[in-house]
């Protein structure tokens, strides 16, 4: 792992630029535009977990939200090619994340890390978990023998993640998550206090009522609207699945010593 200072606003800001994971992103267009109409036409799959009922069954709505939040073009016309993530907003939300983090630390809460995107955001979640556990939280352990999807939940490196056939999985689904949140109280285990993952797994503890930091790309808008709506407390934007997980370093340095946690 990367021991590197913890970039500035302004280095961080271009170096999400020139890796691209905000700036020009590889999502195209199309893709953006044909998740934003799936979501708005009822299909829970692009939920993530979220009840939005028929509060977002505009499409155009879903897109203001997201060139507000995310950074994506506001024009509907733009119906192909290029879309972006303004880098502004990402390291926007990194900051509004950082109050949890200092709480969470201050208070030694529980901590339950998890992700449907192993091979983009593994080590995001995973170093994050790590900071947090050497300043005293308590990581929530997956309880054994737990499954969802026709696969099992398993924890790697602290983090929660989904499993099939010995290997991991991207998914969106939140029953991983429902899986654990209602396994915990059947074991004696109290609830998480804090949430950090992305997809369904983190759409479905905002839908529990649980404080969640999730990262969410420009073209999963789910989380997008229920940090509109207040059920998802912070939802960082960015392309979450690049060149190189390595690219993301800075990203997690800048957080974790924003956070005045020592990058582990």
């Not at 978990?129 to 929530?140: E, F, K, Q, R, T």
Request: proline content about 6%; charged content about 25%; some cysteine.
């Amino acid at each position: 792992m990367s021991t590197s200072p913890a970039p500035s606003r302004s280095e961080l800001i271009e170096h999400l630029l020139q890796t691209r994971i905000a700036g020009e992103v590889a999502t195209p267009r199309e893709n953006n535009l044909s998740h934003y109409r799936e979501l708005a036409n009822g299909n829970r799959y692009f939920w993530l977990g979220l009840e939005l009922g028929d509060r977002w069954s505009d499409e155009q709505d879903v897109l203001a939200v997201m060139a507000e939040r995310c950074g994506v073009d506001e024009d509907p016309q733009h119906r192909q090619g290029q879309d972006t993530i303004d880098p502004e907003l990402t390291v926007d939300a990194l900051d509004r994340a950082v109050p949890l983090l200092r709480k969470a630390v201050a208070d030694r809460q529980r901590v339950l890390v998890a992700t449907g995107h192993p091979g983009g955001l593994l080590d995001v979640h995973a170093r994050t978990a790590a900071a947090l556990a050497a300043a005293g939280c308590d990581l929530v352990k997956v309880p054994l023998g737990l499954s969802a999807d026709e696969g099992r939940i398993a924890q790697f490196a602290g983090v929660a993640v989904y499993e099939r056939g010995a290997s991991l999985w991207h998914t969106h689904s939140p029953r991983p998550m429902a899986e654990i949140l209602d396994a915990l109280p059947q074991e004696g285990e109290p609830l998480p206090d804090l949430v950090i993952a992305d997809h369904g797994w983190a759409g479905c503890a905002a839908e529990r009522g649980i404080d969640t930091i999730g990262y969410a790309d420009s073209n999963d808008p789910a989380l997008f609207l229920g940090e509109a709506e207040g059920t998802l407390t912070v939802c960082v934007p960015l392309d979450d699945y690049v060149v190189s997980p390595r690219f993301y370093e800075p990203l997690v340095a800048y957080l974790l010593d924003a956070s005045g946690l020592s990058a582990a």
